[in-house]
């Protein structure tokens, strides 16, 4: 079982940055994939960014590209999402999650509560 916590974000110009963190925890927390998808209001929760266990690989949605990153510290067990250029359409709940597998959708195994990030205008 992999239990994930997520913080930071919050209230942001557009414009501006904004940096999450996700802290794993559980036995094999860090030998999964990890990644981070979003939800805005009214609509279908997607895909922004994922990163293999080791951190040799990482994907990106068109949205997220050249604009996020998402390194992750298998030592700290964290996986951050940085955010630069925020939009209004970023504005979101971001959830940190985790799978087995590299996953560029939104069938991940663990789920964190997810945080609310606003990129205003």
């Known amino acids: 079982q992999v239990q994930l916590a997520e913080s930071g974000g919050g209230l942001v110009q557009a414009g501006g940055s904004l940096r999450l963190s996700c802290q794993a925890s559980?036995?094999?927390?860090?030998?999964?994939?990890m990644g981070w998808l979003r939800q805005a209001p009214g609509k279908e929760r997607e895909f922004v960014a994922a990163?293999?266990?080791?951190?040799?690989?990482?994907s990106y949605a068109d949205s997220a590209k050249g604009r996020f990153t998402i390194p992750r510290d298998n030592v700290e067990k964290t996986v951050y999402l940085h955010m630069y250029r925020l939009k209004p359409e970023d504005t979101a709940v971001y959830y940190c999650?985790?799978?087995?597998?590299?996953?560029?959708?939104?069938?991940?195994?663990?789920w964190g509560q997810g945080t609310q990030n606003t990129a205003s205008s």
């Open positions: 999650a985790a799978d087995p597998c590299l996953t560029l959708g939104s069938d991940y195994k663990y």
């Open positions: 559980g036995r094999t927390s860090m030998s999964n994939a």
């Open positions: 990163i293999s266990w080791s951190g040799g690989r990482t």
